[in-house]
């Protein structure tokens, strides 16, 4: 069972930055595709970005294409999410989900294993 713990959030004021990171437990982190999903609250959880298991391909929301930048390192079994240019609307709990395949998806049902979720508030 993999283990996925998120970390990084807080509040930021409006044109701050965040860099989110998420820790897998397991060695064999490195044969999954990752991704990040926020839920603000209210809303439905909604797709940010996601990464293939060796970090070659990549994909974003329109939300926040050119604003946040997903990377991973495998050998820290860690994935990171930056954010530049943070709005309110980016106000949500951000969760890490990891899938069991080498490309990444935007659909949350197919990924295996999923963080707590870690808060970013941005203030106006």
């Known amino acids: 069972q993999v283990q996925l713990v998120e970390s990084g959030g807080g509040l930021v004021q409006a044109g701050g930055s965040l860099r989110l990171s998420c820790a897998a437990s397991?060695?064999?982190?490195?044969?999954?595709?990752m991704g990040w999903f926020r839920q603000a609250a209210g809303k439905e959880r909604e797709f940010v970005a996601a990464?293939?298991?060796?970090?070659?391909?990549?994909h974003y929301a329109d939300s926040v294409k050119g604003r946040f930048t997903i990377s991973r390192d495998n050998a820290k079994n860690t994935v990171y999410l930056r954010m530049n240019s943070l709005k309110p609307e980016d106000t949500a709990v951000y969760y890490c989900?990891?899938?069991?395949?080498?490309?990444?998806?935007?659909?949350?049902?197919?990924?295996?294993?999923w963080g707590q979720g870690t808060q970013v508030t941005v203030s106006s």
């Open positions: 989900a990891g899938r069991t395949y080498y490309t990444p998806s935007t659909y949350s049902s197919e990924y295996d294993y």
């Open positions: 397991e060695r064999t982190f490195s044969s999954y595709a």
């Open positions: 990464i293939s298991r060796h970090g070659g391909s990549t």
